[in-house]
């Protein structure tokens, strides 16, 4: 290919997809044509850029090399299957697929390899599951992690522009001493507050669905099904930026030390861990930045194989857009892009 692609993205108009085209340009992916899909709502709307939305149909989709989605796991479910028929790659940020046995789910410093047998839809992973991958794996490969124990804080930007805007109107009527409307993103008010219920609980559940898919995500791209995990998710009024306490206890010995090493040289990963200088990662800083940050490494004084570690990520960067962007380049240097085509389309 050398004139460049043709890119859908679908869900251009939301908080993912408008960092996923401005991270096309500004990373100088080889695009030949960008076609913004989102709602009927917005269909005709123009973007900044020019590029005017357009709505999903059967004749819209053709043509395609790459769609990127985020347009939430029903669009997916319904419409990255008719992309991939009609011949591109899909990149899903949403949950529909993740856990399919021929989808595969992709870091793209961790397991990029995972690519090469793709059937035409890849899967970003939960931005909660994608940070703390990115830290844990170079652990993983030097010693081996037998348990982890997660609690997570996650920013309001991760349940999609509404809940921004909610955090936004509940904080300011609260700051002038006014009744705020009932909560409707969420169970109850988050500003000044922290819900133990990030994401939603299935009848007959005791954990929520983001709860399962960062342990069930974490086993798929570790490749090992028998890392014990525990989490906790937990929604924070903070606006951007994901942040998580993790205990991991490693089959091996590993030295909070060593610990710093691997991950000061893990690609993708900063280490900020001066506590005494108080230094370590935060939310605020985070935000608008590509790497996932790694401080408060230490002993776990209770195990003598463990260690703590706090691990924080701009949830909408890496989290999602940014990491989609990188599955892109990725299909695009293992010439993985157009080598697809489903039957139907062949
Ligand atoms: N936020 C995060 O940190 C994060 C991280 C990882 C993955 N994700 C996933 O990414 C997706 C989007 O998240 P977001 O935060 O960007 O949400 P958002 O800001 O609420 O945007 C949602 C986007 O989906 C579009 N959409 C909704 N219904 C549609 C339909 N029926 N057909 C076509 N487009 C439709 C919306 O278009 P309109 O503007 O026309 O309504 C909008 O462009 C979700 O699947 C989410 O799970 C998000």
Redesign the pocket.
């Not at 076609?35 to 269909?43: K, L, N, Y």
């Not at 960062?214 to 490749?223: A, G, P, W, Y």
């Not at 490693?250 to 230094?279: C, K």
């Given at each position: 290919m050398n004139d460049g692609y043709r890119i859908a993205v679908?869900?251009?108009?939301?908080?993912?997809?408008t960092l996923m085209l401005a991270l096309l340009r500004e990373r100088s992916f080889p695009a030949r044509e960008i076609v913004p899909?989102?709602?009927a709502?917005?269909a005709g709307r123009e973007l900044d850029g020019g590029l005017i939305v357009r709505p999903?149909s059967e004749e819209a989709i053709q043509g395609f090399d790459l769609a990127l989605f985020?347009?939430?796991?029903?669009?997916?479910g319904e419409w990255a299957p008719k992309f991939a028929d009609a011949g591109a790659v899909v990149i899903d940020?949403?949950?529909r697929w993740r856990m399919s046995d021929d989808v595969p789910l992709v870091v793209s410093e961790v397991n990029p390899e995972a690519l090469d047998g793709h059937q035409g839809i890849v899967s970003?992973p939960?931005?909660s599951t994608m940070q703390m991958v990115l830290a844990l794996a170079p652990l993983h490969r030097e010693a081996g992690i037998e348990r982890l124990v997660i609690s997570t804080y996650q920013a309001v930007?991760?349940?999609?522009?509404?809940a921004v805007d909610e955090l936004l109107d509940q904080s300011h009527a609260l700051l002038h001493e006014r009744e705020i409307s009932p909560p409707e993103a969420y169970a109850h008010q988050i500003a000044f507050n922290a819900l133990p219920h990030a994401g939603s609980f299935a009848a007959g559940e005791d954990h929520t669905d983001e709860e399962r898919k960062l342990m069930d995500e974490t086993r798929k791209i570790l490749d090992d099904p028998s890392i014990r995990i525990s989490a906790t998710c937990v929604r924070v009024p903070v606006l951007n930026g994901h942040s998580e306490a993790v205990n991991v206890q490693t089959r091996r010995e590993l030295s909070p030390e060593r610990a710093r090493e691997l991950l000061a040289a893990a690609p993708g990963v900063t280490v900020l861990d001066d506590p005494h200088t108080a230094l370590y990662p935060l939310a605020i800083d985070a935000a608008g930045k590509d790497d996932v940050f790694v401080g408060r490494i230490r002993r776990d004084p209770g195990h003598e194989r463990a260690l703590d570690l706090w691990i924080v990520a701009d949830?909408?960067r890496k989290?999602?857009a940014l990491n989609a962007v990188q599955l892109a380049e990725a299909l695009h240097e293992r010439g993985l892009v157009q080598a697809w085509r489903a039957p139907s389309a062949a």
């Amino acid at each position: 290919m050398n004139d460049g692609y043709r890119i859908a993205v679908v869900g251009a108009t939301g908080q993912v997809g408008t960092l996923m085209l401005a991270l096309l340009r500004e990373r100088s992916f080889p695009a030949r044509e960008i076609v913004p899909f989102a709602s009927a709502r917005s269909a005709g709307r123009e973007l900044d850029g020019g590029l005017i939305v357009r709505p999903l149909s059967e004749e819209a989709i053709q043509g395609f090399d790459l769609a990127l989605f985020s347009a939430g796991g029903s669009t997916s479910g319904e419409w990255a299957p008719k992309f991939a028929d009609a011949g591109a790659v899909v990149i899903d940020n949403s949950s529909r697929w993740r856990m399919s046995d021929d989808v595969p789910l992709v870091v793209s410093e961790v397991n990029p390899e995972a690519l090469d047998g793709h059937q035409g839809i890849v899967s970003n992973p939960n931005c909660s599951t994608m940070q703390m991958v990115l830290a844990l794996a170079p652990l993983h490969r030097e010693a081996g992690i037998e348990r982890l124990v997660i609690s997570t804080y996650q920013a309001v930007s991760g349940t999609g522009r509404r809940a921004v805007d909610e955090l936004l109107d509940q904080s300011h009527a609260l700051l002038h001493e006014r009744e705020i409307s009932p909560p409707e993103a969420y169970a109850h008010q988050i500003a000044f507050n922290a819900l133990p219920h990030a994401g939603s609980f299935a009848a007959g559940e005791d954990h929520t669905d983001e709860e399962r898919k960062l342990m069930d995500e974490t086993r798929k791209i570790l490749d090992d099904p028998s890392i014990r995990i525990s989490a906790t998710c937990v929604r924070v009024p903070v606006l951007n930026g994901h942040s998580e306490a993790v205990n991991v206890q490693t089959r091996r010995e590993l030295s909070p030390e060593r610990a710093r090493e691997l991950l000061a040289a893990a690609p993708g990963v900063t280490v900020l861990d001066d506590p005494h200088t108080a230094l370590y990662p935060l939310a605020i800083d985070a935000a608008g930045k590509d790497d996932v940050f790694v401080g408060r490494i230490r002993r776990d004084p209770g195990h003598e194989r463990a260690l703590d570690l706090w691990i924080v990520a701009d949830n909408l960067r890496k989290g999602a857009a940014l990491n989609a962007v990188q599955l892109a380049e990725a299909l695009h240097e293992r010439g993985l892009v157009q080598a697809w085509r489903a039957p139907s389309a062949a």
